[in-house]
């Protein structure tokens, strides 16, 4: 069955950066537009970037010129670096694949960001 399995989520002070990263499997990574979510409690889940399996990238402006997202193909992983990270950046980040009318998410990982 497809497994998207996040890591990389932690604390990190205000101005610092993480690498989080998708590991899939059980999908034709190659196929799919990749993307990160985040969500805090009380709020609807927002799209922070999407990768498309062209390698069409889209951002959320309130994350533009800090974070990248890029994807490997031959890793099957998708990327979000983070950087000049902001209090308001904390929130559960979760990894989306999408293909035509199949949508799998992963289990979220935790993004805290304080001093």
């Known amino acids: 069955q497809v497994q998207l399995v996040e890591s990389g989520g932690g604390l990190v002070q205000p101005g610092g950066s993480l690498r989080l990263s998708c590991a899939a499997s059980?999908?034709?990574?190659?196929?799919?537009?990749m993307g990160w979510y985040r969500q805090v409690p009380g709020k609807q889940r927002e799209l922070v970037a999407a990768?498309?399996?062209?390698?069409?990238?889209n951002y959320a402006d309130s994350v533009k010129g800090r974070f990248t997202i890029s994807r490997d193909n031959g890793k099957n992983t998708v990327y979000l670096q983070m950087n000049s990270l902001k209090s308001e950046d904390t929130a559960v980040y979760y990894c989306?694949?999408?293909?035509?009318?199949?949508?799998?998410w992963g289990q979220g990982t935790q993004v805290t960001v304080s001093s």
């Open positions: 059980g999908m034709l990574f190659v196929a799919y537009s």
């Open positions: 989306n694949a999408v293909f035509i009318e199949r949508n799998y």
């Open positions: 990768i498309t399996n062209g390698g069409s990238t």
